[in-house]
């Protein structure tokens, strides 16, 4: 069995990583070895609580170096502390990656299985050493969008996403779930009088969102009852870091030999773990809605049509049916009035599953 070190595994997509684990059972099939970055050499309840295990130090090139794989779902910084320090010492060993550093390297491959398998296989045959998860949104996307691109048939697209607020971090998540309860607190009693004036509360609620103590310390704004059309950092190109992934990974993923034309505007919104997107595509040529619904429902065993009518999108392409769950629904298909060959498609995904720990987890598996 291959030695397998986890570090991160206690944040939000390590522990969404290992929950997943655990439900497939393999952990049956390596050797676990659980790093921390500040309570090392402590035991610690591990996996569910079912054991107990002294935890290595995770800045310990010796105790890392004894690893056949790594994964790290510890972020950036520590992938940029430690990922170079244990390759400059002839480190051989698999790294699998949850965090964005290192995705664009040469040496390095983006993974998402059920869209890119033949070529991580090719890669893994070659030599590669280092796989990393893709950005949520482009992983997400390619599920549900994978019957398009690959049969080729996308000219170009571009997406509004509705970003969950899990993709910030944890301590972001909590922060939008703190908004809600500051404002029902300060609204309670408006709220269930016998009349209440909707203007009226409106405008308090309006008036709390600049309160000094509303909580936004790390958004630095509202996010319930508002939006953020703002993800990552400024490019110079007018892009956001996150609207330049887009592009930029999709077409490695995909290994693109001409580029294909992505752009769009990602928004931060106040849900809690589902990322949506809606999709404006331009299609090479005029096929009809029906031949698009089999071949996006062929590419990958996640993806679900749903019927554009009122009733079933409501309930099924929804943030609140998708969480915690690995389905892709896609909803919305119809042709725009622009012309035959202009598509437009909503979709939604779990942001920690399919769009940060499950393309690792099934990384592992191709390397036990
Ligand atoms: N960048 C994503 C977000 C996180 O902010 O939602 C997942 O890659």
Redesign the pocket.
């Known amino acids: 069995k291959k030695n397998v070190g986890f570090i991160g595994w206690r944040g939000m997509v390590g522990s969404v990583l290992i929950d997943r684990m655990l439900e497939e059972k393999d952990f049956q099939n390596i050797n676990s070895v659980f790093f921390s970055t500040s309570q090392f050499e402590e035991y610690h309840y591990i996996l569910n609580n079912q054991q107990k295990e002294r935890l290595r130090n995770a800045y310990d090139i010796e105790q890392l170096k004894e690893m056949d794989i790594i994964i790290s779902c510890q972020g950036s910084d520590y992938t940029e502390k430690m990922y170079f320090k244990i390759r400059n010492i002839g480190w051989q060993g698999y790294w699998i990656d949850a965090a964005?550093s290192l995705r664009m390297n040469t040496d390095t491959l983006i993974v998402l299985d059920p869209i890119n398998k033949q070529n991580i296989i090719q890669a893994i045959d070659k030599g590669i050493k280092t796989f990393v998860?893709?950005?949520?949104?482009?992983s997400l996307m390619l599920l549900a969008l994978g019957g398009l691109f690959q049969n080729n048939l996308i000219d170009w697209l571009n997406v509004s996403t509705y970003?969950?607020a899990?993709?910030?971090g944890s301590a972001y998540m909590l922060e939008m779930i703190q908004q809600m309860n500051f404002i029902c607190q300060s609204i309670q009693k408006d709220l269930f009088t016998k009349t209440p004036s909707i203007l009226d509360i409106e405008k308090k609620i309006t008036r709390i969102f600049n309160e000094k103590n509303f909580p936004k310390k790390n958004f630095g704004v509202a996010l319930t009852g508002s939006l953020i059309p703002w993800?990552?950092a400024p490019l110079n190109n007018q892009q956001t870091r996150?609207e330049w992934?887009i592009e930029a990974e999709t077409n490695k993923i995909l290994n693109s030999k001409k580029n294909i034309n992505i752009d769009g505007i990602?928004v931060?919104v106040a849900t809690l773990r589902c990322?949506s997107q809606s999709f404006t595509i331009k299609l090479k040529k005029d096929i009809s809605i029906r031949n698009i619904e089999e071949l996006l429902l062929e590419n990958n065993q996640w993806v679900t049509i749903i019927p554009n009518e009122e009733q079933l999108t409501k309930v099924k392409l929804s943030p609140v049916n998708v969480s915690g769950t690995l389905s892709i629904p896609v909803g919305r298909l119809r042709k725009l009035n622009l012309g035959k060959k202009y598509l437009s498609i909503f979709s939604v995904g779990d942001?920690l599953l399919w769009?940060?720990a499950e393309p690792l987890r099934r990384m592992l598996l191709l390397l036990i």
Not at 133 to 138: D, S
């Open positions: 964005s998860g893709g950005n949520c949104t482009v970003q969950a899990s993709g910030a993800i990552d996150e992934k990602c931060r990322h942001q769009g940060a």
